[in-house]
C-alpha cells in the first residue's frame, strides 16, 4: 500500500463547478498535512496546510480525518486558472509523503 | 524574505557524464534542505535530507550523492549517469510549520 494515495484523474469539470478531491495516508503517526499545487512542467507551491477542525481559504476548503487517515480538498465555483495537479502531502517526523498527485482541468 | 535558487534549469547529459546540481537558500539561517526527483507523471521521490552542514541522510540507495558544504548549499551529483536518472529535479527548505518550498527546479534528460 502507498503511503499516499489520491485519485489521479484526471477530473475535467466546467467553469463554475465544484470539485472534491480525496487522499488517504497509511502511517497514522503523521502529523502535518497539506495540498500543493503544481502546473505543467514547475515547482509544486503550496496551496494550504490542513488542520484538523477543516479550514477554508476562499473557495478552497480542506478537511482532515484523523481516524480514517483521510483528507480532502473541495474548490467551488472552479477557475480556468484552477487547472494544475493537486498534491496531497503528509509530514511524519523529519520526513514529507507525497501522493502522485490528481490532475484537474476547467474547461470554458 | 526567503528565497530558494536552483541550476541549471535544463541539463542535457550522455549517458556516464557526471553530474553537479546545485541549490541556494537565501534569508533563512540553518534550513533543514532537500532534494527530491520527479519522473515524468509521476510523484515526488525524496532522494536526500540535510539538517546541517555536513550532514546527509539518503532514502534511496543509487549513483546519487548529495553534500552541503555551506549552511545554505545543498548539491546533488553523481560520477555516472544513467538513463534512469532523467526527471525533473527539485530543492526544497522547510518552514517552520514543517510546510517545504521548492525551488523552480532542474530539468536533466539522460541520453
Known amino acids: 500500500r502507498k503511503e499516499v494515495e489520491q485519485d489521479p484523474g484526471p477530473f475535467n469539470v466546467p467553469e463554475g463547478a465544484t470539485v472534491a478531491f480525496n487522499c488517504t495516508y497509511s502511517?497514522?503517526?503523521?502529523?502535518?498535512f497539506f495540498w500543493y499545487r503544481q502546473d505543467c512542467r514547475k515547482e509544486p507551491k503550496l496551496l494550504m496546510s490542513v488542520y484538523s477542525s477543516g479550514n477554508e481559504d476562499g473557495r478552497f476548503t480542506a478537511q482532515l480525518n484523523r481516524a480514517s487517515q483521510y483528507i480532502s480538498l473541495l474548490i467551488r465555483d472552479s477557475k480556468l486558472s484552477d487547472s494544475a495537479t493537486y498534491l496531497c502531502v503528509v509530514h511524519t517526523f523529519n520526513d514529507m509523503r507525497f501522493g502522485a498527485g490528481t490532475r484537474l482541468t476547467v474547461k470554458p | 524574505s526567503q528565497t530558494i535558487h536552483q541550476w541549471p534549469a535544463t541539463l542535457v547529459q550522455p549517458v556516464g557524464s557526471p553530474l553537479s546540481l546545485e541549490c541556494t537558500v537565501e534569508g533563512t539561517s540553518n534550513p533543514n534542505l532537500y532534494w527530491y526527483r520527479q519522473a515524468a507523471g509521476r510523484g515526488l521521490q525524496l532522494l536526500f535530507y540535510s539538517v546541517g552542514i555536513g550532514q546527509i541522510s539518503s532514502e534511496v540507495p543509487q549513483n546519487l550523492s548529495a553534500s552541503r558544504p555551506q549552511d545554505r548549499q545543498f548539491i546533488l551529483s553523481s560520477k555516472k549517469l544513467l538513463l534512469s536518472d532523467s526527471g525533473f529535479y527539485l530543492c526544497?527548505?522547510?518552514?517552520?510549520?514543517?510546510?517545504?518550498?521548492f525551488g523552480p527546479g532542474t530539468r536533466l534528460t539522460v541520453l
Open positions: 526544497a527548505w522547510k518552514g517552520g510549520g514543517n510546510e517545504q518550498f
Open positions: 502511517n497514522s503517526a503523521s502529523q502535518s
